[in-house]
């Protein structure tokens, strides 16, 4: 697991903008499809809240949380959402703020290769997920696949290519509850 100290999270800052710009636009744009009007939206994994400013700007009507495991990443996503009302919090994948059947989308970008307990945060994703929602979790698309699939249960891939990538390296994993 990597831990994202205060000089590496302001350099993954930098880096994402220049070079996950097209990344946040398509999520943004799957979460336009996938939530509907005021619903409450959760980034697990949120790093710098470049996914996040996003959303916000291409759907204020939504409630946006963000989570991340490292403090550092926390209060640069805080400097980067000014301006939009966010709630972001530091905390882990397997033990979410959040009470069950309280959330209606659960997105996460290349988060996920990092978890140490994929079981665990799958089941927290399913606690907090209400009836009927969904989780639309993008990572490399060779990224601890297999062991993704075993530990989610029931789960859907699709390869994502995007604009600026002349190989798919991306996967969305598709997960929606009952
Ligand atoms: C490569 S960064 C991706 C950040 C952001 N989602 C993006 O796309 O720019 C991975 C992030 O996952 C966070 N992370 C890793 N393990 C985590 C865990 N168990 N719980 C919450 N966040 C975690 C790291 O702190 C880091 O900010």
Redesign the pocket.
């Known amino acids: ?4 100290g205060h000089r590496q ?1 302001l350099d ?1 800052d930098r880096r ?1 903008t220049r070079l ?1 710009t097209g ?2 636009r398509r999520i943004s744009t799957d979460v336009d499809t996938l939530a509907t009007a005021g619903a409450t939206v959760v ?9 996040l400013a996003h959303i916000a700007t291409r759907r204020p009507d939504l409630t946006l949380h963000g ?4 403090p550092h ?1 926390i209060d640069i996503a805080r400097r980067n959402l000014a301006g939009h009302p966010a709630d972001l919090t530091v ?4 033990d979410l703020p959040y009470p069950d059947a309280s959330v209606d989308l659960i997105v ?4 996920m290769h ?4 994929l079981p665990a ?1 799958f089941r927290e994703i399913r606690r907090v997920l209400r009836p009927g929602a969904t989780a639309a979790l ?1 990572d490399f698309r060779f990224a601890r696949a297999r062991e993704i699939r075993r530990a989610a249960g029931d789960i859907e891939r699709e390869t994502i290519r995007l604009p600026w990538h002349p190989v798919a390296v991306v996967t969305c994993y598709h997960l929606h509850t009952a």
């Open positions: 697991m990597t831990t994202f999270s993954y994402a996950l990344l946040y980034d697990l994994g949120t790093g710098p809240g470049k996914l989570l991340d495991l490292s990443m905390g882990d994948v397997t996460s970008s290349l988060s990092e978890w140490p307990d945060a993008y």
